[in-house]
Structures are given as structure tokens and as C-alpha cells.
């Protein structure tokens, strides 16, 4: 009798931590090509058992075994945590109101539904010691070959927790060699390609400057499989994106079973997490895309997601503009605000920014020492007002936009003044500052009412406001929030959501405004911003030469449709290089094609080769905003820097090549190899802009499989020789 009761009272508790079914439970999260299977083993440990190309039966996991054996520790978890035999870096780390650190998570229920292209599973997993609940989530988007991960982590005790690591998932992978690609740089100097073949223990890629987090590292990566560098067209690559603006940690941790595990999250760096009784936190997205054609597939994977989902506006075509910073700087009237209106509507661009400069009376904004903070007009610098300015911009024919940095104040300024408690700071310390401004605390929701308001008065300045850039030019120091008292830990995380609460509610109000992420260029480069803006600053680095580096490594990640890219002066300000008009243009017409000069110094010359690339750009740039990416060659490999964009019938293309270094002669034409047309099509191929081609098969008809398999060959050989060719099958 005895005996009995102990098994029908084991039964239950087992049964109620256990229900799904009994033994193994195979949980497949699938795309058209790919798919993770989970597995949640007989003591409801979720293990993640496979990442890759789509196995058509995945019940044969539950077979599986790793060989190895439980001393060392369960295995590839798939939301490992702190606890249990686990002794790697944890995804989630929690510690509880009794002061232990222990979590173990099993494997509770799933649900899956289907929405069209995208597929949602939900696992939810259950510590039963101390009740805390992790939801985790995927939206498998099947047509692009992407997964997006988060979790939703919910206290379901009865005491406060507090969360030390709370990253948004764990890739779990299983190579005999691991290539890592990263992204690293400075100021100008944004996302320049760095690697490394990953050995034991941990490599981690980590920002921890609150805002303009982007500026040094990238919350992206690619990891190539079996292989000692990322290759273009071959291999398993595996590729990922936190989309988050705040603080964030990716770790790349190889165990003594040779498998790695990558964890992305919200960097925990003094953002411990009080996580209240009955409350849960979501992390952000994790977005991720396996290839086992290369780089090249795993790019055109994230970019056909991002167009479709994770940007703003993605697959819109945005206007050519002409930006009045590196052509005025803080020192212009109406009159050159005017006459550089008139230039760009004669060289046919589509849209006039008035960059910095233009606001604040009390303590005018005639350099970057004064101002920020108080947005009135400048009357004695444009009296007539901002409508004025626009209204003039639009009878001509163009669109009009306006700079804003909100986040920021100038201590020279009334805001300083009157708010110095909204300002980012920490008791009896410094108030650094830089570029002469402090950061104002986005984590109060006073002060993201304010950053509301500049936005939607600057928007009432004028009637239609068609797009506002919007700027952020400083990192975080001694930081602190007066309105968050004792939570200080919160800091980080909730600056970063105020300017999601912001722009979510800017949104609403404005859904069609044109809003460039700016952060003194590629400050804030991720797709946590990009669900709101619809386009980056790439870099404050207009320098064409440079900005091949940059634009290429930008592109392994995010689509050319965000990539703004201007046409400026030389020497250029940032570089001095000096290289020449063509080249300029055509390095920028490979991403959203802009103007940052004087047009007015321009000479005739310059001025028709202008209108010319920019009548050409708009026949083919519905390509670079919408078309599937082939590079054809790397700066960072050669001397060459090659890329194409291609429809997605695969009718149309424009291939643009670049040289960067002399060649000389006796090496001759280099040979590129065109990618993703249709072999059998026969396809015209013009260079554009040029009275004389480069290329001796210009103007003539070619098979896609000739321009594919080694008929290209342009004649760059000069140091910043360029040619843009489009491609049209009849
Ligand atoms: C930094 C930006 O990246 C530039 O393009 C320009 O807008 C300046 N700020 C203005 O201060």
C-alpha cells in the first residue's frame, strides 16, 4: 500500500512537470531551407541537436546521442542557465531573493502556429524549485531562410529575482572548426571586417557605451563552419543580428566538447535586472540564417528579412538628397539654404536635408558648443523661418528634411538650465562632457515625453516635413539616472526602451516621415533601431576609398536599401583623399545615393556628370533598394571591390566594380565573375555614364551564363577607375 501511494504521488508530480508526453519530445523550428531541432530529453533538459540544412525527417533526433557523458554537463542546451551541471557562460543567470544562484529548466509544453510566411513555436520551460518561467520564442520566416528568437522570461515565485544574464538565445554548433567575422572600428572608421578562427573558451564582442553602441563593434556577426575564412559563395555559414540599441554581449564559447555555443543578448554589465514577483521581461531579437552557399546566400537571406520585416519601410525606394552638412556646415543664411535648394533641383536630386545649425536663440547653434537642447528657430540665421525654407523646397520639386540630435543637451543652453536633473549623471562626479554636450536620461519618461515633442514640433515647423535625420554624437559616462534613485541597475536597459517607447509612439503619429538613424554616422547601426527608422548614416566618413571597407562589411549584414551614401567634396573633409568625381558617384549610387557639398563649387563639368549619374541612378536603383546582392570581389581580399544587384526575376542587374589599387599592365583586364543571373538568358549589358566603355562587350548582347563563367572584364586599372554596367534580359 505504501509502495503504491509513493508512485501514484510520483506519477502526478512528474506528470504535472511533464505532460507533453512521455520520453523524448522533438521540437522542429523550420524554414523553406533550414532548421534547428530541439529536443527535450527523458529529464526535460532542452537540448538544441541540430542548426543547419533541412533534414526531411527530424523525429530521428530523439535517437540521437552526443556520446558524451553527463559528468561533463548536459550537453548543447538551448537556453543554458546558471545551475544544474551547467559550467559553461550562461544565456540566463538568475539569483534569488534567498540568495541562490540555481536554476534548472525543464521542458514544460510548445505551441506552434502558422501566420502566412512565418511560422511562431513557443517552448515554455519551468524551473520547479523556484517557479521562474522562460518562454522561448521563434518566428521561423520560411521564404527568407531567417530565424528570429527571443525570450520571455517570467518571475512566477512569489519574491523578486534578480536577473544577472538574460541574453535573447543560444546558437548551439557543432564543427571541426569555426571561422568567426566580426565587425570592428571607430569614429570614420565604422564596420571594418575583422576575423578570427575561434579556438577554446570564449571570445566576446561587447559594447558597453550606452548610446552610439554601434560605433566600435557591430551586434552582428558570421560564423563560417569547417572552414579557416569566410568565403563569398561556398561553405556553412551561419549569420546573426542582435537587434538591440543599448548595451549588448555576443559570446562564442568552445567547450572541451569542441562545440560552440553563441549567446547574443543585452550585455549585463551593470544591469542587474529586479525582476518583480509576477512579472516578466522580454529580451530582444536574435535573428539568425544558416547558408551552405557562403556569405554571399546568408547575406541575401537577412537582407530579403529585413526588407520584408525588419526595416522600416524596407523595399521602399527613398529619395536622392542633397544634405547641407559638409556643404555649409553652422555657417549658412535662407539665401544659401536657397540657392543649394536650387542647385539640387537643377541636378535632379529628389530632397533637401537642412543638416545642424538651424536652431536655438538664446545661445545659438553656430558651432557644436551651444544650443542642443533648445529647439526655436534661428531667426537671425533664417528669419523667415523653417516653412519658408521648405515651402521653397518643395515648389521646387523636392522633398524636405531637418536634422535632430534630442537625446542631448549643450550645458550653453536654456534646457541646462532648467532641467539639470534630466541630465545623465551620477551624485558628487563629473559631468563629462564631449563634443561639449551631456546625454540627456532617456530613461525617465519625462524626459522621452521631450525627445517626443522636439521630434513632433519640429515637425509643425513646417507642413510636410517629409524626413527627419536624427543624431546622437556622444557615449555615456559616469552614468546615472536621478529618476530612477536605487534602480540604477535598470539605467542602461531602460534608456535603450525609452527610445523604442519614443519612437513607437512617433510612429503612430507619423507613420510615413522618412527618419534616418544617425550616431555621428554608424553609431547606431542594428536592427533594433531599424524597426523604426528607415535608414542609417553609414558613417560620417564620405571619403569613396574608405568607404568601399565600409560599405562592404556594412552589407554582410544589413541591405543596401539603409545604406545612406553621399557624394562629397575633395580632398575629402574626414580622409583627405582626393579621388575622382565618378568614382564618388558610383561607389555612393551602390547604396541610397546622396549629396553632402557645395554644388555651387562644382564646375560645369562636374555639374553634368552629376546630373547624369543621378538620371541613371534613378533607372536602375529600384535594384539596390529591392535586388538580391552578388560581390564579385572584396577590398578586403584585393585590389578590386565588385558588387551587383539583381531582380528578383532575374531580368535586370547593375554591376558596379571598383579599383582600388594600380594595375599594371601586364596583368591586364581582371576578369569578374557576374552571380545570380539566369545562365540561359541573354542579357544587354550598357556602362553607364561614360562617353567611352571600359568594357569591350558594352552595348552588346551576352549570355548570363558567358558573364558568369568569365567573359567580364572591364578595364580598371588606375587607381579609383570605376564603372556601374546595367544589365537588362529581353
Ligand atoms: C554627426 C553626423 O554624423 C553628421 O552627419 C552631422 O549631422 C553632424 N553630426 C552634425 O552635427
Not at 570614420?188 to 575561434?198: I, N, P, S, Y
Request: negative net charge.
Amino acid at each position: 500500500m505504501k509502495y503504491l501511494q509513493w508512485t501514484v504521488a510520483t506519477f502526478a508530480a512528474l506528470f504535472l512537470a511533464w505532460p507533453a508526453s512521455a520520453g523524448k519530445t522533438v521540437i522542429p523550428v523550420e524554414t523553406a531551407n533550414t532548421q534547428l531541432v530541439l529536443v527535450a530529453q527523458e529529464n526535460g533538459v532542452l537540448q538544441t541537436v541540430h542548426f543547419g540544412a533541412k533534414i526531411a525527417d527530424p523525429s530521428a533526433f530523439a535517437a540521437f546521442r552526443t556520446g558524451r557523458g553527463t559528468d561533463n554537463g548536459e550537453g548543447p542546451m538551448t537556453y543554458p542557465t546558471t545551475g544544474g551541471r551547467y559550467i559553461g557562460e550562461p544565456a540566463l543567470h538568475v539569483k534569488y531573493a534567498d540568495g541562490y544562484h540555481n536554476t534548472e529548466l525543464v521542458y514544460a509544453e510548445h505551441r506552434v502556429r502558422a501566420n502566412g510566411n512565418v511560422v511562431t513555436t513557443e517552448i515554455i520551460l519551468k524551473d520547479p524549485v523556484t517557479l521562474l518561467e522562460v518562454k522561448l520564442c521563434y518566428d521561423a520566416y520560411q521564404k527568407e531562410n531567417v530565424i528570429c528568437a527571443h525570450t520571455e522570461i517570467k518571475n512566477a515565485g512569489k519574491k523578486p529575482v534578480q536577473l544577472l544574464n538574460y541574453a535573447s538565445g543560444a546558437l548551439n554548433l557543432d564543427a571541426d572548426q569555426y571561422y568567426l567575422t566580426h565587425f570592428h572600428g571607430g569614429w570614420a572608421d565604422e564596420m571594418q571586417m575583422d576575423g578570427e578562427l575561434l579556438k577554446h573558451d570564449t571570445k566576446v564582442i561587447e559594447s558597453r557605451r550606452g548610446t552610439q553602441v554601434t560605433q566600435c563593434s557591430n551586434p552582428s556577426f558570421l560564423v563560417s563552419l569547417n572552414a579557416e575564412r569566410l568565403q563569398e559563395n561556398v561553405g556553412e555559414v551561419v549569420a546573426g543580428a542582435l537587434a538591440w540599441s543599448g548595451n549588448f554581449r555576443l559570446s562564442f564559447e568552445q567547450d572541451e566538447s569542441g562545440r560552440l555555443t553563441v549567446l547574443a543578448g543585452i550585455s549585463p554589465f551593470a544591469s542587474a535586472y529586479e525582476l518583480a514577483a509576477g512579472k516578466t521581461f522580454t529580451t530582444p531579437d536574435f535573428i539568425y540564417t544558416f547558408s551552405c552557399k557562403g556569405a554571399g546566400q546568408a547575406s541575401r537571406n537577412l537582407h530579403a528579412w529585413a526588407r520584408n520585416y525588419g526595416v522600416y519601410g524596407g523595399g521602399q525606394i527613398n529619395p536622392t538628397l542633397l544634405n547641407s552638412w559638409e556643404g555649409a556646415y553652422f555657417t549658412f543664411t535662407t539665401e544659401t539654404l536657397l540657392r543649394m535648394i536650387d542647385d539640387a533641383a537643377a541636378m535632379g536630386l529628389e530632397m533637401f536635408v537642412l543638416d545642424d545649425g538651424w536652431f536655438a536663440k538664446d545661445y545659438p547653434r553656430n558651432g557644436d558648443d551651444a544650443g542642443l537642447g533648445d529647439w526655436e528657430v534661428n531667426s537671425a540665421k533664417i528669419p523667415e523661418g523653417i516653412d519658408y525654407v521648405a515651402s521653397y523646397a518643395h515648389q521646387k520639386g523636392l522633398k524636405f528634411g531637418i536634422w535632430i540630435e534630442p537625446e542631448m543637451v549643450n550645458p550653453q543652453s536654456n534646457l541646462a538650465h532648467q532641467h539639470p536633473e534630466w541630465v545623465v549623471q551620477s551624485p558628487g562626479r563629473e559631468l563629462y562632457q564631449s563634443r561639449n554636450q551631456w546625454v540627456l536620461d532617456l530613461s525617465n519618461p519625462a524626459v522621452q515625453d521631450f525627445v517626443y515633442g522636439i521630434f513632433d514640433n519640429t515637425m509643425q515647423l513646417a507642413p510636410n516635413i517629409d524626413y527627419i535625420k536624427w543624431d546622437c554624437n556622444r557615449i555615456v559616462a559616469n552614468f546615472g539616472s536621478t529618476y530612477l534613485g536605487k534602480d540604477q541597475d535598470r539605467f542602461f536597459v531602460e534608456y535603450a526602451q525609452g527610445i523604442y517607447n519614443v519612437m513607437r509612439r512617433l510612429r503612430a503619429k507619423y507613420p510615413d516621415t522618412i527618419v534616418q538613424c544617425c550616431s555621428s554616422g554608424g553609431g547606431r547601426v542594428d536592427y533594433g533601431a531599424l524597426k523604426y527608422f528607415n535608414e542609417i548614416w553609414t558613417s560620417d566618413n564620405t571619403d569613396a576609398f574608405t568607404r568601399a571597407y565600409i560599405q562592404y562589411a556594412t552589407n554582410l549584414i544589413y541591405p543596401a536599401c539603409v545604406m545612406a551614401s553621399h557624394v562629397s567634396a575633395v580632398p575629402n573633409h574626414q580622409t583627405g583623399n582626393v579621388t575622382p568625381l565618378k568614382f564618388r558617384f558610383d561607389m555612393a549610387c551602390s547604396g541610397r545615393l546622396g549629396m553632402e557639398l557645395q554644388p555651387r563649387n562644382l564646375t560645369e563639368g562636374e555639374r553634368a556628370l552629376a546630373d547624369r549619374c543621378i538620371r541613371s541612378y534613378k533607372q536602375y536603383r529600384d535594384l539596390v533598394f529591392t535586388g538580391d546582392v552578388y560581390r564579385l570581389a572584396s577590398p578586403y581580399e584585393g585590389d578590386y571591390y565588385a558588387l551587383m544587384y539583381v531582380s528578383q526575376d532575374r531580368r535586370r542587374a547593375v554591376v558596379f566594380t571598383y579599383c582600388l589599387k594600380y594595375q599594371n599592365r601586364a596583368v591586364g583586364a581582371h576578369v569578374f565573375r557576374m552571380d545570380g543571373l539566369d545562365p540561359a538568358r541573354q542579357y544587354k549589358v550598357t556602362e553607364l555614364n561614360v562617353n567611352r566603355s571600359s568594357w569591350w562587350g558594352s552595348g552588346q548582347v551576352h549570355a548570363g551564363d558567358f558573364l558568369m563563367n568569365g567573359g567580364f572584364n572591364p578595364v580598371l586599372l588606375k587607381t579609383f577607375d570605376s564603372g556601374v554596367f546595367y544589365l537588362e534580359a529581353d
